[in-house]
């Protein structure tokens, strides 16, 4: 069992920069992918990036390209997520989340991933 806490949300500008923190517990990490999801209201939770643990790979969506960045520190089991120029279209709760299927492969698909933080909310006003 991997748990995974979440924080760093909050409200924003359109410009600010925010970063969110995912600690995980309860398992080794060398063959997880851990990533970002997020759910903007009335839309499904998408893909936004993630990462291998042990490799260190870093896959994107496109919408976040250029802006965000994901990052782990492995001496204190946690993920980031550096956001910045934030836009009012990033709105959404997002969610942390970890698998080991399909590793070392980036998953993109929300039903390939097994554990999920609870979720932070993101807001950015214009």
């Known amino acids: 069992q991997v748990r995974l806490i979440e924080s760093g949300g909050g409200l924003v500008q359109a410009g600010d920069s925010l970063r969110l923190s995912c600690a995980a517990s309860?398992?080794?990490?060398?063959?997880?992918?851990m990533g970002w999801f997020r759910q903007a209201p009335g839309k499904e939770r998408e893909f936004v990036a993630a990462?291998?643990?042990?490799?260190?790979?870093?896959d994107y969506t496109d919408s976040v390209k250029g802006r965000f960045t994901i990052s782990k520190d492995n001496a204190e089991n946690t993920m980031y997520l550096q956001m910045n120029s934030l836009k009012p279209e990033d709105t959404a709760v997002y969610y942390c989340?970890?698998?080991?299927?399909?590793?070392?492969?980036?998953?993109?698909?929300?039903?390939?991933?097994?554990?999920w933080g609870q979720g932070t909310q993101v807001t950015v006003s214009s």
């Open positions: 309860g398992r080794t990490l060398s063959t997880y992918v």
């Open positions: 989340t970890a698998t080991q299927r399909g590793f070392p492969y980036i998953p993109r698909v929300k039903s390939d991933y097994n554990y």
């Open positions: 990462i291998t643990w042990s490799r260190t790979t870093t």
